[in-house]
């Protein structure tokens, strides 16, 4: 009894008492050796249908524990906050050699320089802007890597990839691949947690956090600090003890019907549902309870300042990423920037007048992101949290023609990787001397991806689901681990 | 001759002879098979059997006849250079081995062929069951339950036994109908004598019209069927709905399977003039279609990235749903587990290669009946009105005022004015937002000579939720409500994206007419007083017409119109169709002082609503005119005639569209895509299927095929009556909805990585008894039904067999659970809010707002348009509602041929705390209050009696708490969310 062999034949999970017979606790000693022993077999984790939160082993070692990805959306310039250009100063609102580009909204101008200045940071001495002046003194911590290429330079296509793997709709979000292969060592709370930003959703919504073909048990749990999980709250036109008893007489009625259908496991794993869900209306609430933080940590992330509300409910919902880490969930996906405001309104989307606009930004961004960041590293967690700063992709070193912005530019762009296993104060590959093509050691998101589960112990190109005829996998079937950035 | 052979002689003669099987074939098996045999094939290249190893690898021949120094098998095994050579693990080999395949390569690589040789020579894939036709021949075995018991028997395992009526009549009911069975049909069957009652019950359950409602959406799961585009700027699809409504009648009336498939390939092609086979090509068109690749980007490049996405969906969609096989595969490459081939791949796109999905008439002979009177109709109205015109004089052109000039032709065409500075300017604009809407904005005249006319006073952008000032202090009524966005401006001439420029068959483009752009949301206002001042006229008269110009296939949009006389309104055309236009005539009194025309949204936001005005002029009041008597006469006669006409055209009947295939004449030439990529076009390919199913010739047609008898040839090649996938693929579909699994446990992958049929005979004996049948589906739901296997009981005693634990065999029933919309639209009948409406556009449980990516946020749905059947919701595609998602509805960006069953933590707190839930919790309680309240309870969601034990714990929970709190409680339980 091989679950490999089951669910290969359209059955995700074990029955329990396949699942027992077969491994127990996740993958056995033997069983896994003997799946390794073949290095090119899927792996296709046993998941026990009663607990599929239940903690798995990784394929090897991991260095990471659990992901934090802050996800920038809209696009984040890289020439104007960690790709540093000389070469755009001095050639300065003249036309880029070679040009004459038509990008997604049209024509191109001149080349324009950063428009923040750029100064060395820290022992690297890794030269960033001040834009992001909280965030650049950590430079030390960050591994960039420069060189990064998106498929699509359509924010909605390039949202999906960098989350999915893939530009289309209907993928499974990395945070659903992560819990699939790993559950998670938190019993009470989501094993994937998206946090969408205090204006809204990015482009494509709950794209990002969409398990699509697997089970939809490993789908994110969207919430942040001003909305709470849907329905975790018992409606408060029902009291406490209405609702035990009700709860209490559904138990009853439940375990009957059970014992009509012994060892009934998808029976057995409603009853358990129930439980796990009074848990979670426990621990949840909890986790995003913010009165138990110090003033000077409320303060250290801004989510005091009464003068930029957005700014406070930012930095409320970086203590909540803080929170839920230290709990054990295996993965976060912090949003910042939302679509519903409008290109470049409530996101970093500057095609018209990027000054004004990042200017607005990059303070939301900025301290609570640091503050976060350090409290990881103060509280022990970077050493077994790997933080993913990404964005979808970067924009062009000119301007737009007529405009005061950068337009899209999926050619090469910025991303940085801190924590678990990762190089501190590091950099890897280059764009060309303008920051408009990724030049040395180019970079793939499938290769990010591949990197990101390879520090959780996973081989991107053995994990997969089996899905209509294709065994999936995040990296699709593309995607080597970026060796060079890891420790 | 003989010198031919002396030559051969000759340059033989420095080699020595090899003795393949005892020096190549064991030093090939020791060094090489590791990574270039069955297991591994590095460089895709085998050397373990003779066909193989002449085949070559990734990278072309390996072992080239006759010269060894031209074979890269020779030149890696003996390279210098260490990165080179092979075997790359461990000792190279020895001087001789080289040697020796030097000579055996240069001697003519003779290898005798052994059994292994033999046997690799052979594609075992073609041997793949699926591909095998149809058993005729079943022994003995006749009927479902020989073929269950044989099996069982095998494995000394028997039948569990038949079921109560309580739970098969509570089983077939969700099983047929989707719903829940009422109580008194539940009591009439318990208690029913005849021995035929089960029988009746199931005759009577697939005769009702909510078999077809229950049994289309697993149909619209497979089809990916939503009524949004999907992609990022998830549009709506409003006539999508017909074909969702076409699978439910087709259904219903048990059409044959053959003609459902073939009316869904190529219906329009087969059955022109019969508006349900057009409609049934919406299924090509159900999944999801990207706008911005489509149509927005001005990249090349991106348009045939998102065509090939649409060809590979469109084929994928046909072939997984009919066939099982899961084509895709070899969109970059030949197929790794099946055999098919790359070519035959794209051989599938030039099947489609002249379809693209949009808006199209349903009923072709009443769209051109109704466009032929249309036609007449307006023909004779242009005509009065060139009457008019010539009577009463050509007036004043609007359009031109707004280009800057006089009404007289002095403005200059395509200028226009910027909503937000009232700048007059020449470059296109294109989306505004954030823009303060109901502020006036006086003109600038930048540049204009002085004593320039300046006719146009204010623009402004109009939001009707307050007051909407016209001019200084005036303020007017009665405007919609509007999104308070724009696109580009008022324009003399066509907007930017403006995609047409004619108005019920009048181009007002060409000569002689006029055009003035407006788009909503957007008002101006002309100064009379100046108008009067500069022309002479005193009192006038306001004419013209209205309408889109948008694209015919763009989302369906609507937007409104309005005219103002000074505060007074004179015109209102509201929630204007994009096929729509309306006349105006309007009186123009001598004291008016202004005239302000506005186009709104039609609140769906200012997608596609590209409005402009057709020669709109003002002229002369006819009673201002000196005119004879007799012409005064004629031109009353004629304003009156033509506003008869208008009217006329507004009562022509709207001819129903439908979301499905549009046909291009011409169909593009489709070539393979090196590794999938559309920049890297191969060698053309004409029109085929792939020749792994046997049954009739690949080949559909050359390229000079018209595209349609492409389409109709393939849904000839794919429901002809011996191709062997077809009929099996359909049956087993049915028997996995029957029992939770089917006989192929993967029932869209019946290709070599899919699962093997555990009753291999019965599936054939299934898709024998369908061809018998006519292709009947409802003859093949009454034979599963009626079944004894399907009848057994799913409890099942504690002591499970070790040898069927996953119950392949079918010694029960398998319990399952209600699907998402099967759950809502139980709780729905159960509650007694069930709204039985049918067919028609779907209910939308959303707000929608207009925006770059629509918004669709979610609503609670207590009203009665909200509470019909689960089928009949408005399916976006990106949003999907997060109630049925946590119940494993799925993404309609996947074919589904199979829910997933998750079981989580939020879908426990979702049915608990849900306000829909709770709100019928609530109407549950009202309906059933009163006396012996509990037992209409379990009644009503159980089909049973609640036991002495259960009726107690009941009873305190509803003194204590309420009945809502009981009924809230059975919503919970697995008793209602499972069907036993």
Partial sequence: MNPNHLSHAGRWMLSRRDFLRWGGTGLSGVALSSLLANDKMPIRPPIDSAHPFAPRQPHFAPKAKRVLMIFCSGALSHVDTFDYKPELVKRHDTPMPGGGLVTFQGENGNLIKPLWEFKPRGQSGKMVSDLLPNLAELADEMCFIHSMTAKSNTHGPAENQMSTGFTLDGFPGAGCWATYALGSECADLPAFVAIPDPRGVPQVGSNHWNSAFLPAVFQGTAFNADKPIPHLARPDTISAKSDRATRDLINHLNERHLAEHPGDTQLAARIASYEMAARMQLAAPEVSDLASESPGTLSRYGADDTQNQTKAGFAKNCILARRLLERGVRFVQLFNGAYAMGEGVGNWDGHKKIADQYALHAPILDQPCAALLRDLRERGLLDDTLVAFVTEFGRMPTFQKG????????????????????????S???????????TENVATIYDLHATILHLLGLDHERLSFYHNGIERRLTDVHGHVIHDVLT | ???????????????????????????????????????????DLRLDAKPFAFKGGHDGAAIVVGSAAKSPLYQRVSSDDEDERMPPKGEPLTKEQIAAIKAWIDAGAVWPENEADKAAAVDKRLQHWAVQPVR?????ADGIDDFITAKLAGQRLTMSREADRRTLIRRLHFDLIGLPPAPERVERFVNDADPAAYAKLVDELLASPHYGERWAQHWLDIAHYADTHGFERDQLRPNAWRYRDYVIESLNTDKPYDRFLREQIAGDVIAPDDPKAVIATGFLAAGPWDFVGQVETKSDMLKRAARALDLDDMVTQTITAAMGITINCARCHDHKLDPITQEEYYRLWAVFAGVTRGERDADRREAERSAGGRARLNKELAQARTEIAKLAGDGLDLADMVGGGDGRGTGVSGRGIHLRTGNLITEKLGYHRDIQTNRLQTIAWPGEPKGALRLVQFVFVPDGRSPVPVAFQREVEGVPATSGHTWDILRNGPLNAQRTTVLD??????????????????????????IRESSGLTTMRFSGVVGFGAEPSAAASRADFSVYVDAG????????????????????????????????DGGDGIGSDLLFLGDARLSADVTQIQLAAADEARLTRLRARAKQLERDIGALPVVPKVYAVVSESVPAVVRVQRRGNPEDPQQEVAPGAFAWARHAPAALGDNAAPEGERRRALAEWITHPDNPLTRRVIVNRLWHHHFGQGLVNTPSDFGLGGGAPSHPELLDWLAAEFAKSGWSLKHMHKLIVMSAAYRQQSATPDAKPSNDSSNRLLWHQNPRRLDAESLRDAVLSVSGKLNPEKGGPGYRDFRYTEAYAPIYDYITVDTPELWRRSVYRFVVRTTPPQFLTTLDCPDPANLTPARNVTTTALQSLALLNNEFMLQQAGYFAERIAGEHAIERVFALAFARQPTLDERRAAEALVRKEGLAQLCRMIFNSNEFIYVD
């Fill in chain 2, 1 to 43: 001759m003989r010198a031919l052979l002396v030559f051969v002689i000759m340059a033989a003669a420095p080699v020595r002879g090899v003795d393949f099987e005892r020096e190549i074939r064991p030093l090939l098996a020791d060094r090489c098979v590791e990574c270039h045999g069955a297991k591994k094939q590095k460089g």
């Fill in chain 2, 505 to 530: 068959g009048t181009d007002y483009a060409a000569k002689g007419h006029t055009i003035l752009g407006m788009h909503a949301n957007s008002g101006v206002t002309f100064d009379l007083a100046r």
């Fill in chain 1, 403 to 426: 405009a005061n912005g950068r337009d899209h530019n999926p050619a090469g762009f910025t991303v940085w990787l801190a924590g678990a296993g990762v190089k501190r104060g590091h």
């Fill in chain 2, 136 to 140: 005729k021949d079943f022994g003995a």
């Fill in chain 1, 428 to 438: 890897y590959g280059a764009t060309d001397e303008f920051g408009y093509k990724a």
């Fill in chain 2, 569 to 600: 309104q004179k015109f209102q055309k509201l929630k204007m169709r994009k096929d729509e236009v309306a006349s105006l005539d309007i009186a123009v009194p001598a004291d008016a002082k202004t005239l302000t025309l506005i186009a709104t």
